[in-house]
């Protein structure tokens, strides 16, 4: 569990600190990745059948520092050559997230929802069905919502972690508010976007006026008010004693009972690439998905 401290860290900044830390997992390879190297191997291992060798290609190609050390145009350009759907379905995404921010800038209201106030922004997650990136007709209300359920559902990792990028910048945190991108984080488990959310709930009365909003009830799920009871609850804890919360506590993830750093990298460099179960969630959040999208805007 976190430790505690008799200091007070009440302008400690947790992302700012920690966010810069973390990223040397995505950008440092195990191993000197190149073009040139993995298009040989990955021709020779189809040319000579060679399954083991093809899978260690592939494996490779889902690191993150991978992508960090080929760049997007390069990686991207093996995905198409090679037929690679992961990756194909990661620059789709990518695609449809810079779609969505050109319609904005453009003045259409595509995906806007952090003007809302009151609205059951969980109900509305429920209801919008996940969407294969390839099957999108057109840009709505709904496109980013369904796209997120579906890397969710289908445990697309880079899709996931292209979104959460995308929620982190300030094109994709503006159509959100802190509430909204607080029940995103927890929902589909992305704990660097959990940790910006929380970086600013410091103290009880950071809490207390968090949880005095309009959108506590109406924006956040029983699963969201039971993690944030939680970390109120160390708090007092901690107060009663006559002590602080010091670096640590900030830099711990009560949603998966693990640091933010171990939890990026279970969630980002899994041993296994197990399917996720979405009933949980449902059950959790009170809500199901017979329902269809009812008109927003």
């Known amino acids: 569990p976190p430790s505690s401290s008799s200091s007070s860290f009440t302008s400690f900044d947790p992302f700012a600190t920690y966010h810069k830390a973390t990223q040397e997992m995505f950008t440092e390879p195990s191993a000197k990745v190149t073009i040139d190297s993995l298009n040989i191997d990955m021709l020779t291992a189809s040319i000579h059948g060679d399954k083991k060798r093809?899978?260690?290609?592939?494996?490779?190609?889902?690191?993150?520092?991978?992508?960090?050390?080929?760049?997007?145009?390069?990686?991207?350009?093996?995905?198409?050559?090679?037929?690679?759907?992961?990756?194909?379905?990661?620059?789709?995404?990518?695609?449809?997230?810079?779609?969505?921010v050109y319609a904005n800038i453009k003045g259409q209201t595509v995906g806007q929802f952090a003007n809302l106030i009151g609205f059951n922004f969980v109900q509305f997650v429920d209801n919008c069905k996940p969407l294969n990136p390839f099957s999108l007709k057109r840009l709505d209300n709904t496109t980013f919502l369904r796209l997120i359920r579906w890397a969710y559902l289908t445990d697309s990792l880079l899709v996931l972690a292209e979104i959460e990028k995308f929620l982190l910048s300030e094109s994709g945190s503006d159509l959100f508010n802190e509430y909204q991108l607080l029940h995103l984080a927890h929902r589909f488990d992305m704990p660097q976007l959990r940790m910006r959310c929380l970086s600013?709930?410091?103290?009880?009365?950071?809490?207390?006026?968090?949880?005095?909003?309009?959108?506590?009830?109406?924006?956040?799920?029983?699963?969201?008010?039971?993690?944030?009871?939680?970390?109120?609850?160390?708090?007092?804890?901690?107060?009663?004693?006559?002590?602080?919360?010091?670096?640590?506590?900030?830099?711990?993830?009560?949603?998966?009972?693990?640091?933010?750093?171990?939890s990026i990298e279970t969630r980002y460099?899994?041993?296994?690439?197990?399917?996720?179960?979405?009933?949980?969630?449902?059950?959790?959040?009170?809500?199901?998905?017979?329902?269809?999208?009812?008109?927003?805007?």
């Open 269 to 297: 460099f899994p041993v296994d690439q197990s399917m996720p179960d979405e009933s949980n969630q449902k059950m959790s959040s009170g809500f199901s998905d017979d329902a269809e999208v009812a008109g927003l805007f």
């Open 54 to 100: 093809m899978e260690e290609c592939l494996s490779l190609l889902r690191l993150p520092s991978t992508i960090y050390a080929l760049g997007d145009i390069e990686y991207e350009r093996i995905g198409l050559l090679h037929e690679i759907d992961f990756i194909k379905q990661r620059r789709q995404v990518r695609i449809i997230l810079q779609s969505i």
């Open 200 to 262: 600013s709930l410091r103290s009880i009365e950071d809490i207390e006026d968090f949880s005095g909003d309009d959108n506590y009830d109406a924006q956040l799920s029983e699963v969201d008010h039971s993690l944030l009871k939680m970390r109120a609850d160390h708090l007092i804890h901690l107060r009663s004693l006559s002590l602080s919360p010091d670096a640590n506590f900030f830099l711990w993830d009560f949603h998966s009972g693990c640091t933010f750093e171990e």
